[in-house]
C-alpha cells in the first residue's frame, strides 16, 4: 500500500513537470523580415556579428550595406526612399570604415522597424540618413600628411600655408639653412637660425616669445581644430613632430615687420629658403 502512494507521487511529479516545460524562444530573424500584422514594409535583420568569423563577418557587412543601400535608393519598391545624394555619401563612408556597417545597421533596423508600424511615415528615418554623413565623420581626420610637401619660405608675411594634419600624424620639417635674409635694413644676414643677438624671450609682440627663440628664427605653428595653438622655434633647420589632436601646421619666420626684410642676392642669385615636411 505505502508503495503504491509513492508510485502515485511520481507520477504526479512527473506530470506536473511536464506541464512547466520551457520551450525555447525562436531565433531572431535574419534578413528581410516583416511581422504578420502592423508593418507597412519589411526591415532587414542583420546577423548576430558575434557568433561569425572574421571572414563571414566582413562578407555579413557588405551583404548589409547593400541591403540597406537598396531599400535607402528606392530599389526594393516598397515606398521607402531617401535623397540618393545622401545615401551616396554614407556608402562611401562606410566604404572606408566597413567596421562601423554593424552599428549602422542595428540603429537601421531600430528606425525601420518604427516607420513599419506607424502611419506617420519615414520622416526621422530619412533624417537620420541625411545626417549620418556628418555623424560618421564627427571627430574623424579626412586629411592625414601622406605626401612630401615642398614649399619656400615667405619672409615677407606672417603665417603661410596652413596643411591639415591628423592626430599621431608623425612629420619632420626642414628648411635650408644656408639660404640669408635681412629682418630690417641695416641688419646683419641671418638664416633661418636667426639672429642670436636678438632674443626674443618674453616679448609677446613676436610670435615666438619662449626660450630658444630669436628674431628671424624658423618658426613652426599647430593649430588643433578646437584652436589650441602650440609655437615651436626650429633652430637647427630641423623639427620632429607628432600631431596631439586633428589640425593644421604652418611655419613663418620669428618677426615683427616685414616690409623691410630682404632676402640675400649676389651674382645675380637671390637666395631662398626651401622648406620640405615630410611624413614618417
Not at 565623420?137 to 610637401?149: E, F, H, R, S, V
Not at 623639427?239 to 593644421?248: I, N, Q, V, Y
Request: with cysteine.
Amino acid at each position: 500500500m505505502l508503495t503504491s502512494r509513492f508510485a502515485l507521487i511520481s507520477l504526479v511529479l512527473v506530470v506536473g513537470g511536464c506541464g512547466k516545460k520551457n520551450v525555447a524562444p525562436p531565433p531572431p530573424p535574419f534578413g528581410w523580415h516583416k511581422e504578420p500584422e502592423g508593418w507597412n514594409f519589411e526591415c532587414y535583420f542583420p546577423p548576430n556579428w558575434a557568433s561569425l568569423d572574421e571572414i563571414s563577418r566582413k562578407q555579413a557587412r557588405s551583404k548589409a550595406l547593400d541591403e540597406m543601400m537598396s531599400q535607402w535608393k528606392g530599389e526594393r519598391d516598397d515606398g521607402v526612399s531617401f535623397r540618393e545624394s545622401s545615401a551616396d555619401e554614407v556608402e562611401l563612408v562606410l566604404l572606408g570604415r566597413p567596421e562601423l556597417i554593424e552599428q549602422v545597421a542595428a540603429k537601421n533596423l531600430e528606425l525601420c522597424k518604427a516607420s513599419a508600424t506607424t502611419p506617420v511615415g519615414t520622416d526621422a528615418w530619412d533624417n537620420w540618413v541625411g545626417g549620418l554623413d556628418d555623424q560618421l565623420n564627427a571627430g574623424q581626420c579626412l586629411a592625414p600628411l601622406l605626401d612630401t610637401i615642398f614649399d619656400y619660405l615667405d619672409i615677407n608675411s606672417g603665417w603661410q600655408r596652413n596643411f591639415p594634419i591628423c592626430e599621431g600624424n608623425k612629420i619632420r620639417v626642414t628648411g635650408s639653412q644656408k639660404d640669408r635674409f635681412r629682418t630690417t635694413e641695416t641688419g646683419p644676414w641671418v638664416t633661418i637660425a636667426g639672429d642670436p643677438d636678438k632674443p626674443t624671450v618674453g616679448n609677446t609682440e613676436y610670435p615666438c616669445n619662449m626660450e630658444g627663440c630669436t628674431e628671424g628664427i624658423l618658426v613652426f605653428k599647430f593649430t588643433s581644430l578646437d584652436g589650441i595653438e602650440t609655437i615651436i622655434p626650429v633652430p637647427d633647420g630641423e623639427l620632429h613632430f607628432t600631431a596631439p589632436a586633428h589640425g593644421d601646421i604652418s611655419y613663418r619666420i620669428n618677426d615683427t615687420t616685414f616690409y623691410d626684410n630682404k632676402w640675400y642676392k649676389g651674382g645675380g642669385i637671390e637666395d631662398h629658403t626651401s622648406i620640405e615636411i615630410s611624413p614618417q
